[in-house]
């Protein structure tokens, strides 16, 4: 069987461009179809839609337009972040250029475990993550710059998860490392449930609720 071309390497964006343009003409389709906001039907309508666009899932041989059938269902089939009876949803729509980005991160799939796997990714992730510690310790940074240290001596630092869930397991995670096992969570009754969950995972005792 023949490899698909790699979306990386010299030929990457000659591999790329075509399908881009089948990927964003789908999108164009299936959101002329869906017509508002939710696609109509509910959920038992766009299951079938979706499962005929489908098809086989592991089928023999595949199908060249399977991307542009999957995309203008999955398109047609979409809630629409960014139309205005959507502004309740918990996820935003994204920015264009945001987008555009992710795709290059998607292209060059840089792995930020080691220098040698991204280099000039390794050095971006520094320079944001700090510049936005540097933007929450505004206080204690003030007119010092980068190189600014907090009260007890240590530069701020900061990461990016993949969401408010493992941020706050990993908030907990490093109270309980700096703490000890008995910091107990205090928060209120209406707190999202990830937070007394991340207790329960890392062996904290049961969150004060108030």
Known sequence: MRTPPLASGPEGPRALRPLLDTVLDA???????R?????????????????????DVFPDEGDPEALRHLVRALAEGA?????????????????????????AASVLNPSLDS??????????????????????????LRGAGNCATSHDGAAPESLVTTGGTE???????????ALGAGTRLICGANTHHSLPRAAWLLGLPDPVIV
Not at 27 to 33: A, K, V
Not at 38 to 53: D, F, I, S, W, Y
């Open 27 to 33: 999108l164009r389709d299936g959101t002329r179809e």
């Open 35 to 55: 017509g508002g906001p939710l696609p109509a039907g509910g959920p038992e309508t766009v299951a079938a839609r979706v499962r005929h666009a489908m098809g």
């Open 79 to 103: 809630a629409d972040p960014a139309d205005p009876l959507c502004a309740a949803h918990l996820h935003c729509p994204p920015l264009a250029v945001a987008t555009a980005a992710d795709l």
């Open 115 to 140: 220098w040698d796997q991204a280099p000039a990714a390794s050095e971006l992730e520094e320079l944001v993550t700090r510049s936005l510690a540097n933007e929450v310790y505004v206080d204690v």
């Open 167 to 177: 941020s706050n397991q990993l908030a907990l995670l490093l109270a309980r490392e």
